[in-house]
């Protein structure tokens, strides 16, 4: 099918294409025009905007399904319920767990990957087993152990070379070297759930680790005299800074400065949603542990610990917005081309560029999410048609 989007804005990776059309051909983006021949199929959107599809490389569950329940029927609702999200790609996300659980995990992800009927499973995001407790957050401290490649080949064989990112705890004997094996792999390091000193965890950025997972959250904090995790995620213009900014993980001035400091160029937006996500207040679990969901929070009934997100990505965007932190063009990049480099799938997801599949969003000029289109076919509407 060939037919035309007319928005009033479409938010190409490096600029605004302002009342235009967007050509869609068999699936693929086309190229952007000011004017289209007369006989041409245009679906007309008014003052509305589009946007590309946003790409979730950290998250764990959606609509009381999780990734660890390590079945096809989780996976297919997650996927179907994230496109109300406006989220076309996505990396499902382990949590700590045993070798085996995650072994089978990572062999279902692969053997269905491509048959969920909703937003793309584009890889596999490995959130441990490799950290330290201080900062343990929701994840099992009881499975906690040091990097090994002979246990990761392993995953990444029943994952069919799948996993495309791991989070470890630089402090761990033997991170620099696990990581420098990765990194010559093609699997992206990131770091995460740890109290390592900013030594320790500049080692392991110098090694070639370049995401600092759900950055305040999981890690050694910054102060004057040690600089920690954070000093170190904020010093290195390179490595990407994953943010959840759902204004309870992280307040909306260090969202700020943190994005004023390495640019929009290097803030990933994600969700790290739990089960939870897309369901009302109440109880729920995250991996092993019972977790409350109220105002907009998911904290572990333990300890009141924050656990994980119940964040869509579309309401992240539109805070960064509310919060004047970015532009709105830069709002959408961050989540969505900025997570794709970040785990090297930028070719595959991220933006509207011509030949790319035709995955994109059309939202209002408020960001409420009104379609979502998969393949250029319509996959969600808040119409509910």
């Known amino acids: 099918m060939h037919y035309f989007v007319k928005a009033k ?13 967007l050509e869609i051909n068999e699936g693929k983006f086309g190229n952007v ?4 021949p007369s006989e041409a199929v245009v679906i007309d959107v008014g003052d509305n905007w589009v946007g590309p599809g946003l790409v979730d490389t950290h998250i764990h569950g959606f609509h009381n399904f999780d990734v660890m329940d390590n079945s096809f029927d989780s996976l297919e609702a997650i996927s179907k319920g994230l496109l ?5 790609s996505f ?22 990957h491509n048959k969920v009927s909703g937003a793309k499973i584009q890889g596999i995001f490995f959130e441990g087993p490799y950290f330290t407790e201080k900062h343990k957050g929701a994840q099992n401290p009881s499975y906690f152990k040091d990097p090994s ?51 320790e965890a500049q080692q392991v950025v110098d090694a070639g680790a370049s995401i600092f997972v759900h950055t305040f959250n999981g890690m050694s904090g910054l102060s004057h005299r040690d600089p920690g995790m954070v ?12 943010l959840i900014c759902d204004g309870h993980h992280v307040h909306p001035v260090a969202v700020n400065i943190l994005t004023k400091l390495k640019t929009p160029e290097k803030i990933a ?3 790290d949603c739990m089960r939870a996500g897309g369901m009302p207040d109440g109880h729920y679990k995250l991996g092993e542990f019972p977790v409350e969901v109220k105002d907009g929070a998911a904290r572990l009934e333990s300890n009141g610990s924050l656990a994980g997100s119940v964040l869509t990505l579309i309401d992240g965007v539109k805070n ?66």
Not at 9 to 21: G, H, M, P, S, V
Not at 33 to 36: A, H, L, P, S
Not at 84 to 88: P, R
Not at 334 to 345: C, E, L, R, W
Request: net charge negative.
């Open 9 to 21: 804005k479409i938010f190409l990776e490096n600029r605004i294409a302002t009342d235009a059309y």
């Open 33 to 36: 025009y000011q004017k289209v």
């Open 84 to 88: 109300g999200c406006g989220v076309t």
């Open 91 to 112: 990396l499902p996300t382990t949590l700590t767990s045993s070798f085996d659980l995650l072994n089978a995990v990572a062999k279902t992800i692969s053997e269905h």
């Open 149 to 199: 490649m002979a246990e990761f080949r392993k995953w990444q064989t029943s994952a069919n070379g799948m996993i495309k990112k791991i989070a470890l705890a630089p402090e761990r004997p033997g991170a620099a070297e696990f990581t420098q094996e990765l990194v010559a792999e093609d699997v992206t390091v990131s770091l995460a759930h740890s109290e390592a000193t900013y030594q």
């Open 231 to 242: 000093g170190c995620a904020m010093n290195n213009s390179s490595v990407y800074n994953e």
């Open 269 to 271: 937006l994600i969700t």
């Open 320 to 385: 960064v917005s509310e919060w004047e932190v970015a532009t709105v063009a830069d709002a959408l990049n961050m989540a969505s081309i900025v997570p794709a480099k970040s785990v090297g799938i930028d070719t595959l997801c991220g933006s509207i560029s011509s030949g790319k599949a035709a995955d994109f969003i059309i939202i209002t000029p408020d960001i409420e999410l009104l379609e979502t289109y998969l393949d250029g076919n319509l996959v969600f509407s808040q119409k509910g048609n």
